[in-house]
C-alpha cells in the first residue's frame, strides 16, 4: 500500500474555475504537509505548506488538511493555463530517521483556455 | 543569493559504470537531502545528510552511497548502473535536519537527468 496516494489524472478545467486536488496518508504520526508544483522537465517547487488542521489559504491557493480523514487537498480559484503542471502531496514524518518527505505520484492538471 | 545547484544537468551513462553527482546546497542550510525521480512518479527518497552524518536512507540498494563535505555540499553514487537508474535524481536542501520540515519545505535543485543506455 502506497504512503501518499495522489489520482493520477489528468484533471482537465476551464480557465477562470477552481480546480481541486486530493492527496491521502496513511501514516498517522504525519506532520508536515506540503504542495509541489512540478512543470515537466522541470524540479518541483513548493507552493504550500500545511500543519494544523483546517485550511491555509495564499493567493489564488488553499490547502486544506484532515488529520482524522488523514486527508489533504489543495484548491486554486481562478485556475490559469499557467498553473498547468503537475501537483505532487508530500507528507513529513519527523523521527530519529531524519526529516525525509513522502511524496504521492502527482495529479496532473490541465487548464484549458 | 544562488539557490540549490546540482551538476551535470545532463548525463548519459552504460550499463555497470559508475556515475557521481553534485549538489551544492543555500548558504546557511546544512541538511542535504537526495531523491530519485522516474519518469511519470514522484521523488523517492534516497538519503539525507545533516552536518555531515547520515541520517536517513531510503529503501535503495547499496549501490547508492553518498556523503557531505565540511562545506555541506553533497555527492551522491551510484556504482553498477541499471537501466532502472535512469531518472532524474533531485538534491534538496534544508535548514534543519531533524523535526518537522519548517514552513519553507525543501528546497530543490534543478536536478540530473540520467540516462543509463
Known amino acids: 500500500q502506497k504512503e501518499v496516494e495522489q489520482n493520477s489524472g489528468p484533471l482537465s478545467v476551464p480557465e477562470g474555475a477552481i480546480a481541486s486536488l486530493n492527496c491521502t496518508y496513511s501514516?498517522?504520526?504525519?506532520?508536515?504537509f506540503f504542495w509541489y508544483r512540478q512543470y515537466s522537465g522541470k524540479s518541483p517547487e513548493l507552493i504550500m505548506s500545511?500543519?494544523?488542521?483546517g485550511d491555509k489559504e495564499d493567493g489564488r491557493f488553499t490547502a486544506q488538511l484532515n488529520k482524522a480523514s488523514q486527508y489533504v487537498s489543495l484548491l486554486i480559484r481562478d485556475s490559469q493555463p499557467s498553473d498547468s503542471a503537475t501537483y505532487l502531496c508530500a507528507v513529513n514524518v519527523a523521527g530519529n530517521a531524519g526529516n525525509m518527505l513522502t511524496f504521492g505520484g502527482g495529479t496532473r492538471l490541465m487548464v484549458k483556455p | 543569493d544562488a539557490g540549490v545547484t546540482q551538476s551535470p544537468t545532463h548525463l548519459i551513462k552504460t550499463r555497470g559504470q559508475q556515475v557521481t553527482l553534485r549538489c551544492s546546497p543555500i548558504s546557511g542550510h546544512k541538511s542535504v537531502s537526495w531523491y530519485q525521480q522516474v519518469l511519470g512518479q514522484g521523488p523517492q527518497f534516497i538519503f539525507q545528510?545533516?552536518?555531515?552524518?547520515?541520517?536517513g536512507r531510503g529503501n535503495f540498494p547499496d549501490r547508492f552511497s553518498a556523503r557531505q563535505f565540511p562545506n555541506y555540499s553533497s555527492e551522491l553514487n551510484v556504482n553498477a548502473l541499471l537501466l532502472g537508474d535512469s531518472a532524474l535524481y533531485l538534491c534538496?536542501?534544508?535548514?534543519?535536519?531533524?523535526?518537522?520540515?519548517?514552513?519553507?519545505?525543501?528546497?530543490f535543485g534543478s536536478g540530473t537527468r540520467l540516462t543509463v543506455v
Open positions: 545528510y545533516y552536518e555531515k552524518e547520515e541520517r
Open positions: 500545511i500543519y494544523s488542521n
Open positions: 501514516d498517522r504520526g504525519s506532520q508536515s
Open positions: 534538496a536542501s534544508s535548514l534543519q535536519g531533524n523535526g518537522p520540515i519548517d514552513s519553507y519545505g525543501y528546497t
